[in-house]
Each structure stands twice: as C-alpha cells, then as structure tokens.
C-alpha cells in the first residue's frame, strides 16, 4: 500500500484544514485507517482512525473539533480538523493496517500560527 498525504499548511488559530490520505489499494481491503502527528521535539502519537466497518476512535485533545471520514470510490481518508489551535501544530503521518502490517504515508505539515 501507498499513501499520499496532502492538505497541510498555515492557518490562523480558530481556523480549519482538511488533511487528504490517498491510498493506492482500495480502501476497504485495508483494516483500518489513521492519522498520527508529531509536534517538534515529540513523539508520534495517535489522533484518530475509522475502521473498516467505519468505526471511528479519537484521541481526548481532539475530540469535538476533528472528524476522520473516508471516500470508499476515491479511496481517500480525510481529517477534517476545525477550531485548530497553536498546540496542533505538527506534521501529520496517515497510517494504513493491513494486519500483521502497517503502511505509512510520508506527512504532511500542518502550522496553526497568527
């Protein structure tokens, strides 16, 4: 699987982006899709995932302002990010599961900044 990242940029504090995961398999082979970020200086950590059966998991500090969506005919995940704040500023990795095995997208930067 391959995944492209798209989406990322500069945006004011209170202000929305939409990240864009393509997947060159289709989708629905894959067990579930995610997204990840890392802030400079830390640790990748989880921010949300939709399973195949669409079942969606997100993490506390974004829960309420992001929505992970997928387009089964596109074969694309989406993260609808709104009310971004300084503290999301990082790069945002999305990540397919086809178990045992997970498959990495290369990033994409996401700056929220006035």
């Known amino acids: 699987v391959q995944l492209q990242a798209s989406g990322g940029g500069l945006v004011q504090p209170g202000g929305s982006l939409r990240l864009s995961c393509a997947a060159s398999?289709?989708?629905?082979?894959?067990?579930?899709m995610s997204w990840y970020r890392q802030a400079p200086g830390k640790q990748r950590g989880f921010v949300a995932s939709?399973?195949?059966?669409?079942?969606?998991i997100y993490a506390d500090s974004v829960k309420g302002r992001f929505t992970i969506s997928r387009d089964n005919a596109k074969n694309t995940v989406y993260l609808q990010m709104n009310s971004l704040e300084p503290e999301d500023t990082a790069v945002y990795y999305c990540?397919?599961?086809?178990?045992?095995?997970?498959?990495w997208g290369q990033g994409t930067l996401v700056t929220v900044s006035s």
């Open positions: 990540k397919a599961v086809i178990k045992p095995y997970d498959y």
């Open positions: 398999n289709m989708i629905f082979s894959i067990d579930a």
């Open positions: 939709i399973s195949s059966g669409g079942a969606t």
